[in-house]
Nanobody
Framework: QVQLLESGGGLVQAGGSLRLSCAAS?????????MGWVRQAPGKEREFVAR???????AYADSVKGRFTISRDNAKNLLYLQMNSLKPEDTAVYHC?????????????WGQGTQVTVSS
């Protein structure tokens, strides 16, 4: 079992920045998991944001490419999402997720999420 706990959300004006963190705990070898961020806006389905695979490859949704950066610290069991040039359409609950698959179709573990609100 892997427990994931997100932090760092909040209210920010358009054009601003936020850094999300995700702490992993439990029976985990953090470095062996592909880690990712998935967001869900009110009334919408969950949307892939970014992932950082266990072989150190990254991928981003087109909507955040060039603005968001995913990174990880395997020694500290931490995942990050640096979000710059935020837009109102980035408003959502951001969930941290983990999978043993290199390119997950579905995620095995989820955090509760952290709210990000971007005002115009």
């Amino acid at each position: 079992q892997v427990q994931l706990l997100e932090s760092g959300g909040g209210l920010v004006q358009a054009g601003g920045s936020l850094r999300l963190s995700c702490a992993a705990s439990g029976r985990t070898t953090f470095g062996s998991y592909t880690m990712g961020w998935v967001r869900q806006a009110p009334g919408k389905e969950r949307e892939f944001v970014a992932r950082h695979s266990w072989d150190d490859k990254t991928a981003y949704a087109d909507s955040v490419k060039g603005r968001f950066t995913i990174s990880r610290d395997n020694a500290k069991n931490l995942l990050y999402l640096q979000m710059n040039s935020l837009k109102p359409e980035d408003t959502a609950v951001y969930h941290c997720a983990a999978s043993m698959r290199r390119i997950p179709v579905q995620w095995d573990y989820w955090g509760q999420g952290t709210q990000v609100t971007v005002s115009s």
